[in-house]
């Protein structure tokens, strides 16, 4: 099978070491992929949402799989142009088509659909413009500390949560009327803060049948002790330690089990990977959003774990045979260490050299925002590099990975040194 995996991130390099370990692919191109995917894929420079140009390059190269990596392309619809094309309505996507999508194309959607089908979620309220007056007035009803999600596509930045009344106020109108996250935060949801613990759960779906992956624990937040600005994502850890069988199975049937119910319900075409940001409370799970991908960098700790060939999944979802298909999953635990650049996520620099990881031998380098230029690594973005390790508990891969992080350089490299602190 020729496959393609559109986009340039650590997960897409993840996704091209899994799929590169499968008999059944026999040529693998990454779109726009990035320094790492250039070792074992042919990189393509096309936009993940420039749809007639994909058209283009599927055609060329007899393409027979396309997965889809980030949100965007698939909020916009790429799944539906596949299908409503006569020359690519038999290639197989992985990843919802433009309904479904909108679980994570709109926070108000998804809170729509929790609601609609009795799954566990923090109280909330939506509000607009119009309607600034009424969201000044629906905080004050609420306790500290409030939570304000821009509505659209933020690139994982669009959640604002403070502990101030008169802050969050403020925020709300920067939000709203100076349009703080563009078309984002034409819509404002704010909802009751949930204190618990997160983790993120995935789940797998042909539209019919599911298959739930490893779960995984990520940290957003860009200093030690989960402080400062939230990211993308600074490392991640799997499996959970918290999570024990009890309250998996309580995930299972108050949360995954409806969803795909409800999916099905809502008449919501779905093929490929959801992603539920939960929270624990007390000993209760309850659903903080959808997302419509893997998670970075939570793909480089789950996809690692993932025994089965991927391309014999992602087949059995594209065919809903999924219930056919056993998934095995290595015991030993993963984790990853997100190297940025200064100055992440404001301001940073872009063109450093890295250097070092050729030397890296005891952890697996998932290459994030780095580009090959002249036979150079150089730094194209402000999560870097995410370093991968397994180990026979969550300490000794951590340990494992900030000894390889030590044999990598580049001018102004930050990373966390306390990821799974808290656990």
């Known amino acids: ?36 995917t250039a070792n074992i894929a042919e990189n393509l420079s096309v936009s993940p949402t420039n749809f007639p140009a ?69 109280a909330y309220s939506s509000f607009n413009a119009n309607t600034i007056e009424d969201g000044y007035q629906f905080l004050e009803t609420l306790n500290a500390p409030y939570v304000l999600k821009a509505d659209g596509l933020a690139a994982g930045k669009g959640v604002l949560i403070l502990n101030d009344l008169e802050q969050a106020k403020t925020e709300l109108k920067y939000m709203l009327l100076d349009k703080k996250f563009g078309k984002a935060s034409t819509t404002v949801v704010i909802e009751e803060f949930l204190d618990g613990i997160e983790l993120s759960c995935f789940v ?15 940290y957003k937040r860009i200093g030690e002790g989960d402080t400062g600005l939230n990211t993308g994502g600074m490392g991640a850890v799997s499996p959970v330690p918290f999570a024990d069988e009890v309250f998996k199975s309580k995930i299972e049937e108050r949360i995954v089990k409806p969803t795909v119910e409800g999916l099905k319900k809502d008449n919501l075409p779905y093929k490929g990977f959801i992603f539920i940001g939960l929270i624990k409370v007390g ?7 959808y997302n419509v991908r893997m998670g970075d960098p939570e793909t480089e700790v789950v996809l690692p774990r993932l025994k089965t ?44 050299e890295i250097t070092g990881v050729d030397s890296v031998n005891e952890s697996i380098v998932f290459h994030a925002g ?20 397994y180990g026979n508990t969550y300490q000794e891969a951590i340990k494992k990975s900030y000894q390889s992080i030590d044999n990598i350089k580049f001018d102004k490299m930050y990373y966390r040194t306390d990821i799974g602190f808290d656990l």
């Open 283 to 289: 000993n209760e799970p309850k659903v903080i959003e």
């Open 204 to 218: 797998l779906t042909d539209g019919e049948h599911y298959k739930i992956l490893p779960m995984a624990k990520d």
């Open 54 to 122: 994909v058209k283009a390059l599927v055609l060329y190269h007899n393409i027979d799989m396309v997965v889809v990596g980030p949100e965007d392309p698939l909020v916009e619809g790429i799944h539906d142009f596949f299908l409503e094309d006569e020359q690519l309505k038999h290639i197989a996507v992985i990843g919802p088509q433009k309904a479904a999508a909108q679980l994570e194309g709109s926070k108000e959607f998804a809170k729509q659909f929790m609601m609609r089908h009795s799954i566990p979620t923090a």
């Open 309 to 352: 060939d991927l391309v014999e999944i992602f087949n059995a979802i594209h065919s809903q045979t999924l219930h056919n298909v056993e998934i095995e999953i290595d015991h030993r635990a993963a984790t990853t260490v997100m190297l940025v650049s200064g100055g992440y996520p404001e301001a940073y620099e872009k063109g450093k």
């Open 370 to 389: 780095a580009n090959l230029v002249d036979g150079k690594i150089l730094t194209s973005g402000g999560r870097v590099m995410a370093i991968t390790s």
């Open 1 to 36: 099978m020729h496959i393609l995996i559109l986009g340039s991130g650590g997960r897409e390099h993840a996704f091209a070491w899994k799929i590169n370990q499968s008999k059944i692919c026999t040529k693998l191109f990454v779109a726009p992929g990035n320094s790492g």
